[in-house]
């Protein structure tokens, strides 16, 4: 009987500091989004969408257009 023994200790403190990051972000009162280099949006934090009145569904996926208006151009 043979088997492959894989040390995974690094690989799940990894995971586990996504995890943290991650949960951070959410948790976060401060809006926080994230966008693609093509200003699509990847992840908004639920103060983000509290602050715009969009739900995370009608960001996420969407270019950053689709919720901009002419007062909010930087």
């Known amino acids: 009987m043979s088997g492959i023994i894989r040390d995974i200790s690094e690989r799940k403190k990894i995971e586990d500091s996504i995890r943290f990051a991650s949960e951070s972000l959410r948790q976060s009162t401060q809006p926080t989004v994230l966008v693609s280099p093509d200003s699509i949006f990847t992840y908004v934090n639920p103060a983000f969408t509290?602050?715009?009145?969009?739900?995370?569904e009608e960001m996420v996926g969407h270019h950053v257009s689709t919720i901009m208006t002419a007062d909010m151009a930087l």
């Open 50 to 56: 509290q602050l715009l009145g969009f739900t995370e």
